[in-house]
């Protein structure tokens, strides 16, 4: 009868122990989910390399943080239509079909298009100190004025789409470490200029976001020291070939910028 005893407590032990390791070893939570990577070049990976043949012109990377973390959590779905220069408008019209009632996590970074981010650094580049100045001066002014409400549009139509999901905005790194380790290329007021937009973005979406009830992050700390002049191995490419890749994140800054972020808050 004892041993009779100990062999079922043994059986149930096994069992339960069988069971506890299986969990650990797969998160179900993490199984489940069904993931949408929305945005722009930022989140599609330019800049990263290694980017999915069938995906065109919007260059969606393998390195990109979208892909890494679906690498490494195993979602049930995964659909992942970020784009290359994508705006606001861009996400409503040609990037929100895979959302509905099942999307568990959403993630976008969106909005440096609009403001013309793109068309500022050219002009700095190319056209001297004040020609820049005035240029990020303009786009500041379309961030104060007009990008909150472009901002909402998208935000009002992904939560319309996608009612249960988590909804994870992503911010910009800085650009530029201020008084750091390179002196060629643009002037330090350029560079401070640049990166004030980026702050100014910043607080523009986290606002408009935590308004909309969805959680935003912040990989400017992420960025710290390895941004363009910066004192560690630079995550961001300066001038570029191909010239697309150009102030963008290299693979280094979407594994080590932006996907730990996107992991501490999905």
Not at 30 to 51: F, M, N, P
Not at 176 to 183: D, E, R
Request: aromatic share 8%; net charge positive; charged share 10%.
């Amino acid at each position: 009868m004892k041993l009779r005893r100990l062999a079922t407590v043994a059986a149930a032990a096994a069992l339960f122990l069988g069971i506890s390791v299986s969990t650990a070893a797969a998160d179900p939570a993490a199984q489940s989910q069904v993931y949408v990577a929305l945005g722009d070049s930022y989140s599609s990976g330019v800049g990263a390399g290694s980017y999915d043949s069938g995906s065109g012109s919007c260059k969606r990377s393998n390195n990109a943080y979208p892909r890494l973390w679906a690498n490494a959590n195993n979602p049930a779905a995964f659909h992942f239509t970020a784009c290359s220069g994508a705006k606001t408008n861009d996400v409503i019209n040609n990037q929100l079909g895979p959302l509905n009632s099942s999307t568990t996590l959403v993630s976008i970074s969106i909005g440096g298009n609009d403001a013309g981010f793109a068309d500022a650094m050219i002009t700095c580049v190319l056209q001297g100190t004040s020609s820049c100045v005035n240029r990020v001066n303009q786009a500041n002014a379309y961030i104060a004025n007009q990008l909150p409400a472009r901002l909402d549009a998208v935000y009002s139509q992904i939560r319309a789409k996608a009612p249960n999901a988590r909804v994870v905005v992503l911010g910009y790194p800085r650009m530029y470490k201020l008084n750091g380790s390179c002196w060629v290329g643009i002037s330090e007021t350029s560079r401070a200029a640049i990166n004030g937009a980026a702050d100014n973005i910043h607080a523009v979406t986290s606002q408009r976001a935590a308004a909309h009830g969805f959680v935003y992050g912040d990989v400017r700390g992420t960025f710290a020291g390895h941004e363009i002049c910066g004192n560690l191995t630079e995550w961001i490419h300066s001038v570029a070939w191909p010239l697309d890749n150009s102030y963008h994140p290299k693979k280094a800054g979407q594994s080590g910028g932006y996907y730990p972020v996107l992991r501490s808050l999905a």
